[in-house]
């Protein structure tokens, strides 16, 4: 075949059904795959291994899936030769996500890596990932996998460390994994034969069956690991904000965005600090103000171009923010710290 996909360029889709393969491609595997990931799953990148030769394109990238909606979710099985599949910051900036995504090794091995956990699979194991983090996949071998998309509300909602367990791989050799994987494998080869009230309630009884699983889990994983990513996480956030406080454009948006982070858990990151994001810009903004205005090189500057230099538009409305939280207004506490060193002397 030449000049053309063997299939159309992918679309998402409704469709009960959907399958994609790069078999026939006369050109760019990497590309093609790399579309079918954001149109059938999430926005990543595919590309072959680090360190490896590039494979010519006659000789081909061979990968293929069949994504079907089951029980009111996405549950597809993909097989594919050796390589790289990154959710990079950069696309989680651009095509933010919200959903879990469970992938479950049938053939093969990987390795998954997400902030600063690692799980090694094999066959049979699984693991969680959260697309509104950036996560890397690598497989060095030929895999089959199953992958099944989850709403975020609909895993929250039912346990309360899926957050926090993801890129931890489950076993079915031993422990709460062994419950999960055959209710899966099961939907994932005969659920399109099942009718949709029976394959909604056996759906339901695997979400509850890995919401049991995470939370077995938790008390080993999500205490002291979590407290750390969560520490790190925070210090990034105030670092991104404090580079901006003379931005009085800086949305807590395009913060998380930038970030790599979903909204809500920048929101829970500074909630875990006793405030909120705004409030500490806030709170950073009017402290710079305070040590410019007692700073020798800005004694020339008037009020109003000190408080553009920390993110106000608005003179008055810095000169309410700053009285409101030092108890003077900008220019009393101007002249009070101006002269408290000659009366030291």
């Known amino acids: ?22 078999l026939g491609l006369d050109h760019d595997p990497w590309d093609y795959w790399s579309e079918v990931t954001r149109t059938a799953f999430v926005a990543m990148r595919a590309a072959a291994l680090p360190g490896t030769v590039p494979v010519p394109v006659k000789h081909g990238f061979a990968a293929s899936a069949v994504a079907r909606v089951t029980g009111g979710l996405l549950v597809s099985t993909m097989r594919a030769d050796p390589h790289e599949a990154a959710r990079t910051p950069d696309l989680v900036r651009r095509a933010a996500g919200e959903d879990f995504f469970l992938t479950l090794l049938t053939e093969g091995s990987a390795r998954l890596r997400q902030g600063d956990r690692a799980a090694d ?4 194991d699984f693991a969680l990932v959260d697309s509104a983090h950036p996560y890397v996949f ?6 089959r996998s199953v992958v099944l998309q989850i709403p975020r509300a609909m895993l929250t909602s039912r346990c309360t460390v ?25 939907l994932a080869e005969q659920g399109h034969d099942l009718d949709e009230a029976t394959a909604a309630s056996f759906m339901r009884n695997l979400l509850d069956l890995l919401a049991t699983a ?38 807590l948006l395009t913060a998380s965005h930038d970030l790599g982070f979903s909204l809500r858990y920048l929101h829970e990151l500074f909630h875990e600090a006793d405030t909120t994001p705004r409030a500490w810009l806030y709170a950073q903004r009017l402290d710079r103000a305070r040590a410019m205005l007692s700073g020798a090189g800005y004694d020339a500057q008037s009020i109003g171009s000190v408080a553009l230099r920390v993110g106000f538009k608005d003179a008055s409305h810095f000169s309410r923010a700053f009285k ?8 009393t506490y101007r002249r009070t710290a101006v002269r408290a060193p000659s009366e030291n002397v």
Do not use: N, W
């Open 1 to 22: 075949m030449t000049g053309s996909a063997p299939f159309p360029a992918p679309q998402r889709s409704d469709d009960a059904e959907r399958r994609f393969t790069t």
């Open 121 to 124: 699979m094999g066959p049979g």
């Open 162 to 186: 899926a957050e926090h367990v993801t890129a931890v791989p489950f076993r079915t050799a031993r422990g709460t994994g062994a419950f999960v994987t055959p209710v899966l494998c099961a």
């Open 324 to 331: 409101s939280r030092f108890g003077t207004s900008p220019a």
């Open 214 to 251: 995470c939370d077995a889990l938790g008390p080993d994983i999500s205490g002291k690991a979590s407290a750390a990513v969560h520490r790190r996480d925070l210090h990034k956030a105030k670092a991104y904000l404090a580079d901006r406080l003379h931005d009085p454009g800086v949305t």
């Open 138 to 143: 690598r497989f060095d071998s030929p895999f």
